[in-house]
């Protein structure tokens, strides 16, 4: 169906519309080879609250954006390379209903379709999509992913020192590393996360502690390798990354002791209809 599609004039006027809906503020989209293949609308998982996300399924990316008008506008647009990532099914319950998990190094956030059989439709399409992708390319699966962020309503209290309770003039915070949602005391630390972003970013106490411990570690095997007199690599980057939120500009602007809390499995353990693809 791709190669059939690939290049053909009803292809090239479906993307162009898709363009034409994100206006100046999004990226062109047209490829030689690329192939819409899809479109419908999720609920996304915020930090704040669930809202409805316009999705776009193409053979080689996912795009997504916040709806203004319904298919006649969007902003905010967000291109995932496929091969890069990796889907998580998550359990049901009673509240959440037919949600998986989108992960990929750099972001990873919680979906939800309006059916069971449309969330299962979803997952096949880009299943598919991605083990095309990653045979083409010749790379291996993702196996690095960043943390999704816990939403701001799963609790009241910081999640590492357990002490401080959220308020209106006590913010909430997210580490960047592990996800979980923090004060501002319990995260006063940068370190630099190159997968994330080219400057440090905010991590909490306990994963500014493992990630300088892992670099003071790397630099000296680096420096016991290499040969004598050799300076050690002080500022070398350690990889990670954690995953941010399309509204965390707007909702997070930003400017003790480790207690226990559960693992974010807590949280994230393992609308439009989805539109007919075209045959």
């Not at 630099?219 to 040969?227: F, H, I, K, R, Y």
Request: charged content about 25%.
């Amino acid at each position: 169906m791709v190669d059939h599609l690939a290049n053909t004039e009803i292809n090239s006027q479906r993307i162009a519309a898709v363009e034409s809906c994100f206006g100046a503020s999004g990226q062109p989209l047209a490829l030689p080879g690329r192939v819409l293949l899809g479109e419908g609308v999720l609920t996304k998982e915020c930090r704040k609250k669930a809202k409805p996300r316009i999705f776009f399924l193409f053979n080689d990316i996912l795009v997504y954006g916040s709806i203004v008008l319904n298919k006649r506008k969007y902003r905010s647009q967000h291109i995932i390379p496929l091969e890069e990532v990796t889907l998580e099914l998550l359990p049901e319950t009673l509240q959440a209903k037919n949600r998986w998990m989108i992960k990929t190094a750099k972001k990873s956030f919680v979906v939800s379709a309006a059916s069971a059989t449309e969330r299962q439709e979803w997952i096949s399409h880009i299943e598919e999509c991605v083990r095309r992708q990653l045979r083409a390319t010749g790379r291996p699966p993702s196996t690095e992913h960043a943390a999704p962020w816990i939403p701001d309503k799963a609790t009241d209290i910081c999640m590492r020192c357990t002490q401080t309770r959220f308020s209106a003039l006590t913010r909430r915070h997210h580490c960047r590393k592990c996800g979980f949602v923090v004060c501002a005391e319990c995260s006063r630390q940068r370190f630099l996360l190159p997968r994330l972003s080219p400057k440090p970013v905010r991590v909490c106490s306990l994963c500014y502690r493992e990630l300088a411990a892992q670099q003071r570690q790397e630099e000296a095997e680096e420096q016991g390798a290499g040969s004598p007199g050799q300076p050690p690599h002080l500022t070398r980057p350690i990889c990670g990354a954690s995953s941010g939120d399309d509204d965390d500009s707007d909702e997070d602007k930003e400017g003790s002791r480790d207690g226990d809390w559960p693992s974010r499995v807590e949280f994230y353990g393992s609308g439009v209809a989805w539109s007919a693809f075209h045959s």
